[in-house]
């Protein structure tokens, strides 16, 4: 089992920025990746960027390319996901997860979820 807690979300003007934070814990030895994935008001919850704990190869979607940038601390067992450049479009949930494959981009490739952290983009 791997616990998964975020924080750092909150209210932002457009083109300010923010940094999510997921904090691991439990059997994080079986967790090779994490994603994080966001989800607004009536729509499916998107990939957004992964990271692998291995090597910290990185993969992001194409909207926040350029602008999101997912690291990770592996003796804190923490991932981030700075988030630059907003816009409202960003607005969402924004969830962390762990994945026992190598890497993923979907939903149903991740075992475990946090409970989610709001952020909002305001113009």
């Known amino acids: 089992q791997v616990q998964l807690v975020e924080s750092g979300g909150g209210l932002v003007q457009a083109g300010g920025s923010l940094r999510l934070s997921c904090a691991a814990s439990?059997?994080?030895?079986?967790?090779?990746?994490m994603g994080w994935f966001r989800q607004a008001p009536g729509k499916e919850r998107e990939f957004v960027a992964t990271i692998r704990w291995n090597d910290g190869s990185t993969y992001y979607t194409d909207s926040v390319k350029g602008r999101f940038t997912i690291s990770r601390d592996n003796a804190k067992n923490t991932v981030y996901l700075q988030m630059n450049s907003l816009k409202p479009e960003d607005t969402a949930v924004y969830y962390c997860?762990?994945?026992?494959?190598?890497?993923?981009?979907?939903?149903?490739?991740?075992?475990?979820w946090g409970q989610g952290t709001q952020v909002t983009v305001f113009s």
């Open positions: 997860a762990a994945t026992t494959r190598f890497i993923a981009t979907r939903r149903d490739r991740y075992n475990y």
């Open positions: 439990g059997r994080t030895f079986s967790s090779y990746a």
